[in-house]
């Protein structure tokens, strides 16, 4: 009596199967992942160039705190509320006057350990995604430049 050999070919297929199935799932898991990591990566990038922007407007204006936030909300948009300037921005990076997914904020005052000066203003720049925490900026740059100062000083 002869044993057919169709039994074991058949198993021998299924683990196969298994193996590619396994293997598949570890390839498309990865994809998944490293599509994640792209994407934070760009608004990481997109939050940096959009910071160094405010940062060089906020500069540019000069004088105040006050002052150039005010100037900077002009030329860039934004709202100016209890003395803070922010823009928010919707997931693809464009203004928006609410809801936004993006928010970027200039916090006035003396930061970083340097202190404070009547010819020195200071501003934090911090780009956050709205639903994660204040921790968790995308991008935080601090800004400081000299103020005018008038008659003889």
């Not at 340097?114 to 995308?138: K, N």
Request: hydrophobic share 45%.
């Amino acid at each position: 009596m002869k044993r057919s050999r169709a039994p074991l070919a058949l198993m021998e297929l299924t683990v196969m199967l298994l193996v590619f199935a396994l293997a598949a799932a570890l390839c498309l898991q990865a994809f998944v992942a490293s599509s994640r990591q792209a994407a934070q990566s760009q608004a990481r990038d997109t939050a940096v160039r959009l910071a160094q922007t405010a940062a060089e407007t906020l500069k540019a204006a000069g004088g105040t705190e006050a002052e150039a936030e005010a100037a900077a909300a002009e030329r860039l948009g934004g709202q100016v509320e209890q003395g803070v300037w922010y823009i928010l921005y919707d997931a693809d990076w464009n203004q928006v006057d609410r809801d936004g997914t993006y928010r970027l904020e200039a916090l006035p005052g003396p930061l970083g350990g340097v202190e404070s000066t009547e010819h020195l203003a200071q501003v934090r720049l911090q780009v956050t995604e709205e639903d994660a925490g204040e921790d968790e900026a995308l991008c935080t740059l601090t800004v400081a430049w000299q103020k005018e100062v008038g008659g003889d000083g």
